[in-house]
């Protein structure tokens, strides 16, 4: 009776299960005609095995017994096996907290989401079944910003999901082992900054109205409201990590760069690079070390290019630069000089020396590209010839 008040008094959000030392799952009251569940490959009835000791386990999302709903398993040991039932368990249907979510979450591409401490996700709206019970622990933004903090806020790049970028909050639950994460789309956070700002002038000048103390409040909030979305900003065009343009502003700027010079006729050359074997950097050093080394080169490349040039992260190892006013001559004068300075630079991580080479294709622009898109991959068909040929080299893409 206790069992079905509680299922009743939580309108069906948790329901409570028992499991024998065999790992058969046995829903209560008993129901007919359903049989017990073996749960014994579940995470949470593993981890019971290896350590009796443990006292609550939260297991990754799995099936009900009966109602076969999507549920995270809340699991509690027993002090001693009763009757060969040796633990009890609360399943707690995602349908329910993801529809709570749904209702609080910041639309119309804010997201929340629940994760275990390893990584796995246990909620998320808006609900995508295939992202339940996935581990997100080798992503880029789990490994940089949530893995070891307690809280903290950063700008995602590109989701898997949907390629949308966000302002994403996160906080680690004290006494659980959960991690409860926050996200806004990045257009819809500016737009919600932008409206702060109005806001905030109109205070300032009811306020300096007043007095002049509320005046030079008026002002400080309107400078940190501005400030705020400087930084805003900047994290929604720039790549965190080496400081170059992102995805989507590099494209922006592609844009107008092509349409300048195909105006003014105007020389314009696009150089695609690629760091060489750069997953085995990964694979033996670790992505931490693997982002110093994307860290240092990017910050020594930037050295040797020039002010004009735009330069920008288009995933992973990959980079590209637009050099406008530049001819083929010249930049691969230019994409030498970085052969050479890649090659000699030894990176210095947790006492390991690493030393790493580049690959460069070059591609200027010719009558028969008819958008950036066509400069671009006759730019990278070089770099990928450059590969093939053996790497730390460069290619220039031959005219069209």
Do not use: C
């Not at 209702?103 to 804010?110: A, H, L, S």
């Not at 990017?298 to 995933?315: A, C, E, H, P, V």
Request: glycine share 8%; hydrophobic share 40%; net charge neutral.
């Amino acid at each position: 009776r206790l069992i079905t008040l509680l299922r009743e008094s939580s309108g069906g959000l948790i329901d409570i299960h028992v499991v024998s030392t065999d790992g058969l799952s046995y829903s209560l009251p008993a129901q007919r005609g359903v049989a017990p569940q073996n749960v014994a490959d579940r995470d949470f009835f593993k981890a019971y095995k290896q350590s009796p000791a443990s006292n609550m386990m939260i297991g990754a999302p799995g099936r009900t017994p009966g109602t076969l709903q999507l549920a995270v398993p809340v699991a509690s040991r027993l002090d001693r096996p009763l009757h060969g039932i040796s633990m009890v368990y609360a399943s707690i249907e995602i349908r329910h907290l993801s529809g709570m979510y749904e209702d609080i979450r910041f639309k119309p591409n804010g997201t929340v989401a629940l994760l275990r401490d390893d990584g796995v996700v246990l909620v998320r709206a808006p609900f995508v079944e295939q992202y339940v019970g996935r581990s997100i622990a080798d992503g880029y933004d789990y490994l940089r910003h949530i893995k070891n903090g307690q809280s903290g806020m950063y700008m995602s790049g590109n989701s898997a999901l949907d390629g949308l970028e966000r302002l994403v909050s996160f906080i680690r639950l004290t006494d659980y082992p959960l991690t409860v994460i926050v996200s806004a789309g990045g257009e819809d956070t500016f737009r919600a900054w932008r409206e702060t700002r109005r806001l905030s002038i109109i205070t300032g000048l009811v306020i300096s109205a007043l007095l002049l103390a509320g005046a030079l409040g008026g002002f400080y909030v309107l400078g940190v409201v501005q400030q705020s979305e400087i930084t805003l900003r900047r994290l929604a065009l720039f790549d965190a990590l080496t400081g170059w343009l992102n995805r989507h502003a590099f494209d922006d700027a592609a844009q107008r760069e092509f349409t300048v010079a195909g105006r003014q006729s105007r020389p314009l050359t696009v150089m695609s690079l690629d760091i060489d074997h750069f997953k085995r950097v990964n694979d033996t050093y670790g992505h931490a070390a693997g982002d110093i080394v994307l860290r240092k080169l990017s910050r020594q490349w930037g050295k040797s290019l020039r002010s004009s040039d735009i330069t920008g992260r288009l995933g992973g190892e990959e980079f590209a630069v637009i050099m406008p006013d530049t001819g083929a001559e010249q930049a691969a004068d230019i994409a030498r000089r970085l052969l050479e300075e890649t090659r000699a630079l030894v990176i210095e991580v947790d006492g390991a020396m690493i030393q790493v080479t580049l690959s460069i294709g070059l591609a200027t622009l010719s009558p028969f590209d008819f958008s950036f898109d066509d400069l671009l991959r006759r730019s990278d068909v070089a770099l990928y010839s450059a590969k093939r040929e053996g790497r730390d080299q460069v290619v220039v893409a031959p005219s069209q």
